[in-house]
């Protein structure tokens, strides 16, 4: 019996995932990130950024993504629309849980949940 992940990357090596990540052009700060399944299937991230913070100082820089800080986005669910219908924010948040739940899988994406939860209430 396989034991189940425990953390964010552990769960992205057992999910066999890669990625890849290249620099947003309008953004010094900002990625574009596929992960791509073993069968070839890939999911999206238009752009996203990262920040570490010193917390005695409270100062913030960018940081490059990585498997587990990628995954935890999946998990969050922070997304932002490039749509605009009027001025009045445009709620993807169901449509992304929905795309990422077929991209992962269920039990996988239940499982995301639980270690993002998990990890955040660590920090």
């Given at each position: 019996?396989?034991?189940?992940?425990?953390?964010?990357?552990?769960?992205?090596?057992?999910?066999?995932?890669?990625?890849?990540?290249?620099?947003?052009?309008?953004?010094?700060?900002?990625?574009?990130?596929?992960?791509?399944?073993?069968?070839?299937?890939?999911?999206?991230?238009?752009?996203?950024?990262?920040?570490?913070?010193?917390?005695?100082?409270?100062?913030?820089?960018?940081?490059?993504?990585?498997?587990?800080?990628?995954?935890?986005?999946?998990?969050?669910?922070?997304?932002a629309?490039?749509?605009?219908?009027?001025?009045?924010?445009?709620?993807?948040?169901?449509?992304?849980?929905?795309?990422?739940?077929?991209f992962?899988?269920?039990?996988?994406?239940?499982?995301?949940?639980?270690?993002?939860?998990?990890?955040?209430?660590?920090?």
């Amino acid at each position: 019996m396989t034991d189940s992940p425990a953390s964010l990357s552990e769960l992205f090596r057992s999910l066999g995932l890669s990625l890849t990540i290249r620099s947003v052009d309008e953004d010094d700060e900002s990625w574009a990130c596929t992960l791509t399944r073993p069968d070839g299937e890939t999911y999206e991230i238009d752009a996203v950024s990262f920040f570490d913070v010193d917390p005695e100082t409270s100062e913030e820089w960018a940081v490059e993504p990585t498997p587990s800080r990628v995954m935890s986005v999946l998990a969050g669910g922070d997304v932002a629309s490039d749509e605009d219908d009027g001025g009045e924010p445009v709620d993807v948040t169901a449509a992304t849980e929905a795309a990422v739940r077929a991209f992962l899988g269920d039990a996988a994406y239940d499982l995301l949940l639980e270690l993002d939860e998990a990890e955040t209430a660590d920090d």
